[in-house]
């Protein structure tokens, strides 16, 4: 059953925006009758049949609607440097969503190559895998900021920092620092890692020093291993 992203539905009855509607009509061929999903990004996800195929603005009556679906006992923050080739951070961005991120946060720390993203192509991608992998929460894209600030916000969870710099205190797996159903923020470094003085100004403001195997990993594969531990661990 194809789905379909309703942001602020109410009601028994909704009409799909320009862009869905076009898709669900004019791209899918779909027809009056035609069972469908939606979801609204909050939480909550609805399922539909086509009353009105209009390709600019599709109409859908409600026939059910769960509350909280597949809601998680923690929450998965990876806040991760841009990458100078923006296809490989749309890439993890798509990833990350498929397997259950719930916030990003751009990090420009000292060896970042790239200060800043295309909010909007991303914020398009994370929809669009919200809905390719059946969630009905929206992940949170933040706009950039710099890593000496970000690692003074009051975060909760487990809080951890993934790098490879030899110069630094013995790391240790996410699985030995991560306990299940506990908040996550893991900090994901550029192509040329954190330095040194960043590792340790982190280990000092709460975060758990981790390493991600004995491979080393590109930033957008270190990202997702990231995700897929936390995953992996709640299951």
Same mark, same amino acid.
């Not at 893991?186 to 040194?196: N, T, V, Y």
């Given at each position: 059953m194809q789905i379909f992203y309703a942001p602020g539905i109410t009601g028994d009855h909704w009409t799909l925006d320009a862009r869905e509607s076009k898709h669900c009509i004019r791209v899918l +061929?779909?027809?009056?009758?035609?069972? =469908? +999903? /939606?979801? #609204?990004?909050?939480?909550? =996800?609805y399922e539909g049949e086509i009353d009105e195929p209009d390709q600019n603005s599709c109409g859908i009556r409600i026939l059910k609607v769960i509350h909280g679906f597949e809601r998680r006992n923690y929450r998965l923050h990876i806040a991760i440097s841009? =990458?100078? &080739?923006? *296809? +490989? !951070? $749309?890439?993890?961005? $798509?990833?990350?969503?498929e397997i259950g991120v719930d916030e990003i946060t751009p990090l420009i720390s000292r060896n970042s190559e790239k200060p800043n993203i295309k909010k909007e192509r991303l914020n398009g991608i994370i929809i669009s895998a919200m809905k390719q992998s059946i969630k009905s929460y929206l992940p949170v894209l933040n706009d950039p900021v710099r890593f000496d600030d970000f690692i003074h916000n009051d975060n909760s969870g487990t809080k951890m920092i993934a790098h490879c710099n030899e110069m630094v205190e013995v790391k240790k797996s996410i699985a030995d620092t991560y306990h299940k &159903? $506990?908040?996550? /923020?893991? =900090?994901?470094?550029? *192509?040329? #890692? !954190? #330095?040194? $003085? *960043?590792? +340790?100004s982190a280990i000092k403001n709460g975060f758990h020093p981790v390493h991600l195997g004995a491979s080393r990993l590109r930033t957008e594969t270190a990202g997702i291993a990231a995700c897929h531990s936390i995953y992996f661990l709640n299951q």
């Open positions: +061929r779909m027809k009056k009758g035609t069972l =469908l +999903r /939606l979801i #609204d990004g909050k939480g909550n =996800l841009p =990458l100078k &080739n923006p *296809e +490989r !951070f $749309e890439w993890f961005t $798509e990833k990350s969503v &159903n $506990e908040n996550a /923020l893991i =900090l994901i470094g550029p *192509e040329g #890692d !954190f #330095d040194a $003085e *960043e590792v +340790r």
